[in-house]
């Protein structure tokens, strides 16, 4: 498995590296267009709609996202989408993950794809428009996501205790998601004071709102990427299932790989526009 799971990490790494060096803004958007278009195909399968459906929703959202990278809805403002993404991922998160159950008018596959259609998509631009800001920032931003999952299993398995979400993902523990926010608040920290680092996510907060509210920032982007992952699996555990698919070896489904950054990356780009 772990063989398995370096093959396929190297492989998305050999695609992800080049477009990051030598495409720009535009193609990287296109290309994760095409990448999150498989994500929702996933979260249609989740969200219990069947046949032909799931491909239909993917191929709308795909077409959606062209749209937008051709320019052909030029009043759309990408900040409100952020802020109404973040709204909604409060509530949702709030309203679900507390009783490890989804809102009951969720209950309905069409809403729920619909849903995920307008949660992906806000995701999307907010990584496209991190990418037009540099490819260091778009780094530092994603080395967030990281270092928080890494903290957070090895603390977990290093500490134990208490279970975060035992009806929705019984290996995560509280030990280990306190030590992924304290990593990330260190990381922040360390972008902050690291003059070689000023174009990164953690130097662009403190600049923007000084170094104590940038590292309260880091604690809550640490705390919302854990929640996303927990909602994604509050989502395959309603349908009794493992992985969103099976389409990346050894790793899942791609919605398994990102779900951590849906909720994160609005709320980044609504506090570093």
Excluded: N
């Excluded at 195909?41 to 993917?58: D, I, K, M, Q, S």
């Excluded at 280990?176 to 680092?197: I, S």
């Amino acid at each position: 498995m772990l063989r398995t799971r370096l093959i396929t990490a190297a492989a998305l790494l050999a695609v992800l590296l080049p477009l990051l060096a030598w495409g720009g803004a535009r193609l990287f958007g296109a290309c994760m267009a095409l990448f999150t278009s498989v994500a929702m195909w996933e979260w249609a399968r989740l969200a219990g709609l069947r046949g032909a459906a799931p491909v239909a929703w993917a191929l709308l959202w795909l077409a959606t996202a062209v749209s937008v990278l051709l320019g052909l809805p030029p009043a759309f403002d990408s900040h409100l989408g952020f802020a109404l993404s973040t709204v909604a991922w409060a509530g949702l998160l709030a309203g679900a993950l507390p009783r490890a159950a989804l809102p009951r008018w969720l209950g309905h596959p069409p809403l729920l794809g619909a849903l995920g259609f307008l949660l992906l998509f806000a995701a999307w631009l907010a990584l496209w428009h991190a990418r037009a800001q540099g490819v260091g920032f778009l780094l530092s931003v994603l080395m967030l996501v990281w270092i928080a999952d890494i903290a957070a299993y090895f603390g977990g398995r290093a500490l134990g205790g208490w279970r975060l979400a035992p009806r929705i993902s019984p290996g995560k523990t509280v030990s280990g998601a306190v030590c992924g926010v304290l990593a990330v608040v260190g990381y922040v920290a360390l972008c902050a004071r690291v003059p070689e680092l000023q174009d990164s996510l953690g130097a662009r907060l403190a600049q923007r709102w000084g170094l104590g509210p940038a590292l309260l920032a880091g604690a809550l982007l640490a705390a919302w990427s854990v929640a996303g992952d927990l909602f994604e699996s509050l989502l395959k555990r309603r349908v009794g299932v493992k992985d969103s698919s099976g389409l990346l070896p050894g790793h899942g489904g791609v919605l398994d790989r990102i779900d951590a950054l849906l909720p994160l990356l609005p709320l980044v780009m609504l506090l570093v526009p």
